[in-house]
Structure formats: C-alpha cells, structure tokens
C-alpha cells in the first residue's frame, strides 16, 4: 500500500523534475508568480531534512533541487533581473 508519504515524496520529485526541464524559468518569476522558488525548495529539503535528525546544509539541498551546484547552475542558466521583475518583486514583498 502506498502510502501519503510515498505521494507527496513522488510528488516533490515530480516538481523538481518539472523545474530542471524548465531552466529557462528564472527563481524571480517563480517568486513574483508562485511567492516561491527553487531556492526556497532547498530551504524546505533542508529543513526537513534537519528535523529528521539528517545533517543536510543550504548547499547540499540546493545540488539536490538544482541537481548541480548552485554555482554551476546560476553560471549556465541565470540571467540578470530586469528592472519590470525588481520592480513587482519590490511590490508584492512589501509588508
């Protein structure tokens, strides 16, 4: 029997698949249109990882959700932010 563990599991790996076949979306639009981004995935693998006794850091859970490391993949993939992204970036985190 499977059970909601195995599914959420199979889920997370499902989006970060989905998220690798997608490099040409940038964390700033993740974030102005979802309010997350890859960077905050390896912050909740860390975490998670963390409350299960597992000694995982920042840059080990952000080569899991990268599937590089993230200087690699920054290097290859990110581009520079344009001024419309800072902008509504700006906008919705303002608190």
Not at 10 to 32: F, G, P, S
Not at 37 to 61: F, M, P
Request: aromatic residues 10%; hydrophobic residues 35%; charged residues 30%.
């Amino acid at each position: 029997m499977t059970s909601p563990t195995d599914l959420e599991a199979a889920v997370l790996r499902r989006l970060i698949a989905h998220l690798d076949e997608r490099k040409d979306v940038q964390n700033i639009d993740l974030m102005n249109l979802a309010g997350f981004c890859r960077n905050c995935l390896s912050k909740w693998y860390r975490d998670a990882a963390q409350e299960a006794g597992l000694d995982v850091d920042y840059e080990q859970a952000r080569e899991r959700v990268y599937g590089m490391p993230y200087s690699e993949w920054k290097a290859r993939y990110q581009t520079p932010v344009s001024d419309a992204q800072q902008a509504l970036y700006a906008q919705r985190n303002e608190h």
